[in-house]
Every structure is written in C-alpha cells, then in structure tokens.
C-alpha cells in the first residue's frame, strides 16, 4: 500500500509541477533572456568604456605633445576637438587644456572658455575654481577692480586663496592703491599655509608698497669698525 500511495503522490507532484510550468514558463524564460542579454550588455559597455579611454588618452597625449614643441594654436584645436567626444573626465580637462594653450595665442578667447568650464552645471568645485583662477589671471593686467573682485572675491576662502591674493594685491599695486595692496600682502605673510617662496615674494612686493610704488630694499648692516 505504501508504494501505491507514494506513486500517487509522485503523480500529483508531476502534475503540480506541470502547470507550474504551464503557468509561469514565460516568466522564468524571460528572466534568464534579461540575465543573459543584460550580461552582454555589461560587457559591452565595459569593453567599449575602456577602449574610448585608451583612444583618449592617446589623442591627449598627442595634444600635450603638440603644447610641448610650443604650438599652442594647434594644441588648443587638438583639445578641444578631444572635448568634443571624450569621456568626462578626459573632457573637462582637454577643456581646461584647450584654454591654457589658447591663452598663449588669444587671452579674450581664453577668458572666455575658462568662464564656460568654470559655469559647467555639476563640475567639481576644484575644477570650476581653477577655471576661475585662470580666467582672473588673463585679466588681471586689464580689468578694473569691480572685474577682479567679482572674479576673485569667491576664491578668497577656497584652495587658490593664496593665489587669489597675490593677484588682488599685484592688481592694486599697479593702480596705485597701496593701502589694499598692503592689506592683501600682510595676509600672505601672516599665513602659515601659504607656500613659504610665496611669503618670501611677498616680502618684495611689501617694500614696493611702503616705498609708494618704488623699490626700497633693506639698509645694510653696519660694518664693524677696522682695527
């Protein structure tokens, strides 16, 4: 009797799992399609990720070689046609690239990709206050002080604040504003952060700023007395 009734429930369980089967075939046949596909894909995606990285990196590469034999113009077209289709990390940076060279050939030109990087929507603030920095250099022999503290003022407390300062300092130096040139350089000085050959050209531009634009190097030691 008991192997009757093993049978039988040998039997149900078949059919049971026959129209499981019947049931829910598609669904189980669909899954293992997404799996394998989305497994292709994956792959895909990945082999085709590194292979435009490595093409990056060569067209970049090249780029820097034409900056390195001194053809800004044509390292410049060279980044920015890399801009173009890059991936984003390479992007921004042939962006940055492409501007530094252009501002050895057309400054206006440069200001104004450096102003497009720096307002790029999601960009590492790092990044878009280097784009800043940059962009405030190529101006700072031309622009006015409402420009340059618009250009500057939001670099004062960030990682180029020092940079930012001597910029802000050198430019009022030249306009003949001693006293906001002053102010800018006492803070270099007084800042253990900033970078001690910096401090130390500071010191130089201090002796301009208490001699009223004109160079007033230290008095000399006296000499002792010959015997």
Not at 70 to 95: C, M, N, V
Not at 195 to 206: D, G, S, T, W, Y
């Amino acid at each position: 009797m008991s192997d009757v009734f093993r049978e039988v429930d040998e039997e149900v369980q078949r059919d049971r799992l026959t129209e499981l089967w019947s049931k829910y075939s598609i669904v189980v046949l669909g899954l293992a399609i997404a799996i394998v596909v989305g497994t292709a894909i994956f792959a895909y995606l990945r082999h085709q990720k590194l292979t435009e990285a490595e093409a990056a990196s060569s067209a970049y590469e090249a780029a820097e070689t034409l900056a390195s034999q001194d053809k800004p113009e044509a390292a410049a077209h060279a980044f920015d046609d890399l801009a173009k289709s890059a991936p984003q990390g390479y992007r921004i940076l042939s962006r940055l690239r492409a501007a530094e060279e252009m501002g050895l050939v057309d400054r206006n030109a440069a200001v104004k990709a450096f102003d497009l990087v720096a307002a790029e929507p999601g960009l590492d603030p790092l990044l878009a206050d280097l784009a800043r920095l940059r962009a405030g250099f190529l101006r700072v022999d031309e622009a006015d002080k409402a420009e340059l503290d618009q250009r500057f003022g939001p670099l004062l407390n960030g990682s180029f604040r020092h940079s930012a300062r001597e910029f802000l300092g050198l430019a009022a130096l030249k306009r003949g504003d001693f006293e906001a040139a002053g102010k800018y350089f006492d803070q270099l000085v007084v800042d253990p952060s900033a970078p001690a050959n910096l401090r130390q050209r500071v010191q130089a531009f201090l002796s301009l700023v208490r001699g009223g634009g004109k160079f007033t190097p230290p008095a000399p030691s006296a000499e002792p007395a010959q015997k």
